[in-house]
């Protein structure tokens, strides 16, 4: 997957056409942790929404089959965010 539109677009201030474009991604690589934590990112910080990002991150935890590494980097971004 190729997140670097939605790193300009992110840049430029347009944070819903970035999330946009991550999203688009994400349906070609469904399983794809750095697109979800980019958007979980994006609702965070750029859109001061930490209960969105959470629930986004929440929904990766109960995904089937995702490595212990990958949960790890979920748990310790929305530990993150808790704070």
Do not use: N, W
Request: glycine residues 8%.
């Amino acid at each position: 997957p190729m997140y670097f539109r939605a790193h300009g677009l992110r840049k430029r201030g347009d944070y819903a056409g970035a999330i946009a474009m991550a999203e688009m991604e994400l349906a070609r690589f469904p399983d794809d942790l750095e697109g979800q934590l980019l958007i979980a990112d994006i609702r965070a910080v750029d859109l001061k929404d930490p209960a969105g990002a959470l629930a986004g991150l929440a929904e990766i935890l109960v995904q089937p089959g995702r490595s212990a590494d990958d949960l790890c980097r979920t748990l310790d971004r929305m530990a993150d965010l808790q704070l």
